[in-house]
């Protein structure tokens, strides 16, 4: 699944840098999650980056976007080549 960030974001920039998909960016209101570009960093990290830094846990699995961890490491390949 993709990961959503929920109202209860405090805007403390700490989740944005911490993407290496670059699928974080600042809201109106909140930082928001870009799904297509949201792996969960699988291919890149064992955990979530933007989960582990989040000093309120605000950031929660979307599920309007499911995706199996084969899905998502099929997104990451895909993505990576997009950069290559």
Known sequence: MSLL?????INCDVCEPECPNGAITQGEEIYLINSDLC???????????????????????DA???????ELQKKYHGLIQQTA
């Open 64 to 70: 309007s976007h499911p995706e199996t961890k084969e």
């Open 39 to 61: 792996t969960e960093c699988v291919g890149h990290y064992e955990t979530s980056q933007c989960v582990d830094v989040c000093p309120v846990d605000c950031i929660i699995l």
């Open 5 to 9: 960030i929920t109202d209860e974001c």
